[in-house]
């Protein structure tokens, strides 16, 4: 195996890499909640929208760099760490090129986050997942890889299944 030639370094490395990859899932048989045909989030989102997160890599969103927006019902909740999300809380992950540090080349897709009802869908821990083309095309919902990596998301830096400190 290739790993048995690594300095040991760089093998926890890639074990460390091949576990998060596992835990992350795969994107079949996700059911729940129905699928829907429209972005969870307006055209002009910006206009409402408040950065809360700046241009950082995502290993989580295949290495691309995102930065991070709440609707109003989002804000408090996501900047505090403290609360609730209110169902329809909203947050946008703009996606930008891997080698984009700064963030102002064009965007490459959004990835959307909204609260759901406590309890009303456990297998997508109650959030609404999207991920949404240029085209505002949904491009896949509620992927199982989500809901995989989110799961891990908790205190101190992630919160109710958010996983980065704003």
Known sequence: MLLLHLPATRKRLC???????AACGNDEGDATPPALSEPLFPEDFRATFQEVRNCRPSSEHDLSRVVVYADPQALAPYT????????????V???YDGTDS?????????????RLAA????DTLDWRWQRVSLERSVVSQD????????????????????????
């Open 102 to 114: 700064s963030c102002e080349g064009p965007v490459t897709q959004w990835t959307v986050m909204q």
């Open 143 to 166: 992927e199982r890889r989500c809901t995989g990596c989110h799961t891990a998301c908790r205190e101190p830096e992630g919160f109710a299944n958010t996983c980065a400190l704003p």
């Open 15 to 21: 074990q460390l890499a091949l576990l998060v990859l």
């Open 80 to 91: 505090t760490r403290e609360g609730e999300f209110e169902p329809g809380a909203t947050l």
């Open 93 to 95: 992950k703009e996606e």
């Open 119 to 122: 309890g009303s869908s456990p």
